[in-house]
């Protein structure tokens, strides 16, 4: 059995907004990832079963290791698409904004989602939402959003509805925002809800396969090279790694091929604070991701040295100057943060 976890009220209230809506987007983050793309499908194919007018868009494209997802087709992307999405916003009865928390983190979608007459309701488990729907389903104690969906569709009395499809992509984003449940994973509801979505005939182990081992030839020489590399503050039990763009070249980078790298640091004994600075292909600036283990909060660190946040043991932010400075900036963060890497 599950525990509530949305209000009765907020589910009431969505339900009687699906009721009479017809036409329904669903948007999630810049550089989707499992999560943003497992939930987005997972609510596609149960409003699509429902017989609405049911579109998925996002800002930019998403890593080719989601897109076997059943529906990853017909995704529309923002950056491509932009005057057909903006009509679809603007014809909107109800926008579903998943996997986000605050506007900035939609790019240039934010303003025709902002200027839509639809109704708006967010669902989401990163801290501090922004109040920017008119329904704000936040659970940030829960490990995806995708487990959110599943909790919103039984408790709208949908279960029997959810399909194959449905839930094999609701599967994937509970996996990948837990690491194939190796972290924030130690809810027992989330295996009753495996358990619900096994009945439903996915193969789990094959949904691990086509996530995590269908990778190129080049990320595995790359993920050598990274490594080779890294530094490991022994005293102060952290790590980091970075990727230049020289670096990127010689490798033949694509987007998406450092995805996860940031987390192998963590493999390493004691290490409980794990940093990634990949300088960026399209943008100025050096991708920031961080992650730790236990109660070391890396997105307090992460909102006051790389101006971001994200979760507890997630998190990232942005820096604008030399790869150089970034590193610096890190180890002025060890120092200050020593008394809770090392206690
Ligand atoms: P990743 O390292 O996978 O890019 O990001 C991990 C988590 O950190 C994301 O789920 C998100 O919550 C948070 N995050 C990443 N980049 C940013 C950023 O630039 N700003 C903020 N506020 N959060 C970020
Ligand atoms: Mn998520």
Known sequence: ??????????????????????????????????????????????????????????????????????????????????????????????????????????????????????????????????????????????????ELVFRLICRMGYFSDISKQGAECIYTGMMTDTGGFTYNSNDREIYFIISELLSKGIDKDEIYRKVYNTYSESRLRLMGHVLSQMTVYADRNAALISLTKD?????????????????????????????????????PMIKVSLRSVGTFPCNQLAAEFFNGGGHLNASGGEFFGTMEEAKMIFEKALEKYSNLLTC
């Open 1 to 146: 059995m599950l525990t509530k976890v949305i209000e009765q009220a907020k589910i009431d209230h969505f339900t009687k907004w699906f009721e009479r809506a017809d036409k329904i987007v669903i948007v999630s983050h810049v550089s989707p990832d499992g999560d943003a793309i497992g939930s987005s499908l997972g609510l596609y194919h149960f409003l699509d079963s429902q017989e609405k007018n049911v579109n998925v868009i996002v800002p930019n494209a998403f890593p080719d290791f989601l897109k076997w997802m059943p529906g990853s087709k017909d995704i529309l992307l923002y950056d491509r698409y932009r005057e057909f999405a903006d009509k679809l916003i603007a014809e909107a009865d109800v926008i579903c904004c998943l996997d986000f928390n605050a506007l900035k983190r939609i790019d240039d979608m934010a303003e025709s989602v902002a200027a839509s007459p639809a109704r708006k309701i967010l669902i989401d488990h990163h801290l501090y939402p922004e109040d920017f729907c008119k329904i704000t389903m936040s659970y940030p104690k829960v490990s995806s959003t995708s």
């Open 247 to 283: 670096e990127q070249g010689k490798f033949n980078y694509v987007k998406g091929d450092s995805e996860g790298f940031v987390n192998i640091p963590l493999s390493i004994k004691n290490v409980r604070l794990s940093c990634f600075l990949r300088e960026d292909t399209e943008k």
